[in-house]
Structures are given as C-alpha cells and as structure tokens.
C-alpha cells in the first residue's frame, strides 16, 4: 500500500510564507510524476504544480514567482512565499506511482493540509 503524508499548512497573514510537505511511503519501484492541489469549497481542485521524473515542473499562472519545489527522492515540498489571501484552501499531494516491474500504475492522493492566508 503506498501513502502520500502532507503536512505544514497553518495559519498565516499576506505575505507570509509556508512550506508544505509531502512524503511517500510504502511499497513501489519508482514515482513518475508529484503534484500539489488546492481546493477551496465550492470550487474544483486546481492544480498548483507538477514535477515529472525526468521533465519539467509545470506552476501554475496565480503562484510564478511566489511558489516553488523541492524534489527528495520520495518526497516533494512546496515553498509558498508572499502568500495571498487567495491561496487559501486545502493543499493536496499527488503522486503517480509504478508498482510493478509490467508497469502497473496508481495514482495516490493525500488526506491534504488546510492554508488559510489573512489579509
């Protein structure tokens, strides 16, 4: 069984910062792609960043500049600066995973951690 366990999310004013994290545990060969979510009620969960093995890291428009990654072998963490109220919502960890040597794939989510930025 593979886990994905974020933690770091809080409480902050604007323009403060946070550092997300998200580790992967339990039995798997490789983790081919890592991405972080948010979601804010009433709304679709939309895509902060994703890091491909061996590609590029795609952020989204809203969090350039502000927002960056760093990549562990099983972990990915999410380096939040100059926070807005608008970047408030439950961050979630994603990560496609191979499990066997065939190829077989799963994609896994975390519980995910609640950002609230004041103004």
């Known amino acids: 069984q593979v886990q994905l366990a974020e933690s770091g999310g809080g409480q902050v004013q604007a323009g403060g910062s946070l550092k997300l994290s998200c580790v992967v545990s339990g039995r798997f060969l490789r983790i081919d792609a890592m991405d972080w979510y948010r979601q804010v009620p009433g709304r679709q969960r939309e895509l902060v960043v994703r890091d491909i093995r061996g590609g590029s890291i795609t952020l989204a428009d809203s969090v350039k500049g502000r927002f960056s990654i760093v990549r562990d072998r099983n972990a990915m963490f999410l380096n939040m600066n100059n926070l807005e109220p608008e970047d408030t919502g439950v961050y979630f960890c994603?990560?496609?995973?191979?499990?066997?040597?065939?190829?077989?794939?799963?994609?896994?989510w975390g519980r995910g951690t609640q950002v609230d930025v004041s103004s």
């Open positions: 994603a990560a496609e995973v191979v499990l066997s040597p065939l190829g077989t794939g799963a994609l896994f």
